[in-house]
């Protein structure tokens, strides 16, 4: 193993995370609870007041839901907030850029930061839909930037997206996978860097068909939540969506698309979106789940999707006599 990826696992190494906002303060505790310490950075000195917290209602959360494995107390130790960048940067394998989505801002950050880290240290924007390229084109060590985009809060959604840039350094995206494997975070690498990556992608996709709706008269804004609540978001923390109509059909997400597919066809239509689901992507995305799943164990992960779903509402309904 390389010295750089010993210092991406070895919990000796301090992360620095910068800008305290809702995003810094959930990676604290992320790398705090995997027994990392912390230097957390903001300009702001109210931030970093209600950082701390912040830091420590959740944990106080995680405590009470059964979450952590240590006192609270030893947790938050680890988190050492700090003014003075220079100071946070100092030993640390990897950085968190977790200010405002806002270009000029992350330049800015971005060449301070790369100015003062150590210079084998990456440099992980939590960006949301501003690609490396457009940030980080600018920066003398632009090859140890990527983009690292959590969930909210990834100590709860525990799965990261990693966008290079197409400067980013190899053994830079391995670096990061490593360090966030190590705290607990599941990684997809995304393969070509595009805005808002995939994770906003897909959500953007039903947030606009949502507006649609509500500028249409169709649903109320209540409505189209209780029916994601109820529906799509309990089932989706199960399976994704590709899954999800694999499930629902006998004969599996091919037979799904021809059954369905000329329907959502139309639907796109109507919203000027022409993306013809062509035999030969069906075709990529059959093979895909089939390797996943062969068909001939399709009714065994129908049961295990539903006493998943069990498993979530029990669990749901026992905490529930017990809320603080
Ligand atoms: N909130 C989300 O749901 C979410 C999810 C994933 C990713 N993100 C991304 O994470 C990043 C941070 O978002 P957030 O929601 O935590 O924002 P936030 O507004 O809660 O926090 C931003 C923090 O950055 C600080 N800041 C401003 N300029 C700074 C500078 N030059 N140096 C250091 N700190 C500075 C601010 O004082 C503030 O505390 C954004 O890129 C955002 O798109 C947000």
Redesign the pocket.
């Known amino acids: 193993m390389s010295t750089v990826l010993e210092q991406a696992t070895s919990r000796r190494y301090p992360v620095a995370i ?9 990676f604290a505790v992320v790398h705090a609870l995997a027994g990392r310490d912390v230097r957390l ?4 000195a ?3 007041d ?2 701390r917290s912040r830091l420590d209602q959740i944990l106080a959360d995680l405590a009470h839901f059964g979450l952590l494995e240590e006192a609270p107390a030893e947790v938050a130790a680890r988190v050492q907030t700090s003014s003075d ?1 220079a100071e946070a940067l100092a030993g640390v394998a990897v950085i968190h ?6 270009l000029e ?2 330049q ?2 971005t060449i ?1 930061i790369d100015r003062l880290a150590p210079p084998h240290a990456a440099i992980a ?6 690609p490396g390229s457009e940030y980080a084109r600018a920066v003398a060590g632009r090859s140890r930037c990527l983009v690292a ?6 100590y709860l959604l525990r799965v990261v997206e990693i966008v290079p840039a197409p400067f980013t350094d190899a053994s830079v995206v391995r670096l990061v996978e490593s360090f966030l494997e190590a705290a607990g975070l599941a990684c997809v690498i995304v393969r070509r860097e595009l805005r808002g990556f995939v ?1 906003n992608r897909l959500q953007g996709a039903l947030l606009r068909e949502a507006y649609c709706l509500v500028r249409d008269g169709v649903a109320s804004v209540e409505e189209i939540d209780a029916i994601v609540r109820g529906g799509l978001g309990l089932r989706w923390s199960v399976v994704g969506p590709f899954e999800t109509v694999d499930l629902n059909t006998r004969g599996g997400i091919e037979r799904h698309a021809s059954i369905l597919g000329p329907a959502y066809a139309a639907m796109g239509a109507e919203r000027g979106q022409f993306d013809p689901w062509t035999d030969e992507l069906i075709g990529s995305v059959t093979a895909q789940r089939r390797a996943q799943l062969p068909l001939e164990r399709w009714e065994e992960r129908v049961r295990w999707r539903d006493r998943e779903l069990m498993r979530l509402l029990a669990a749901r309904r026992s905490f529930s006599d017990s809320e603080c």
């Open positions: 910068v800008g305290a906002g809702s995003i810094g303060t959930a950075y903001d300009v702001a109210e931030a970093l209600n950082a960048l850029e977790c200010a405002p989505e806002n801002i992350k800015a950050v301070e924007s939590a960006s949301s839909a501003i985009h959590p969930g909210n809060p990834p994770f």
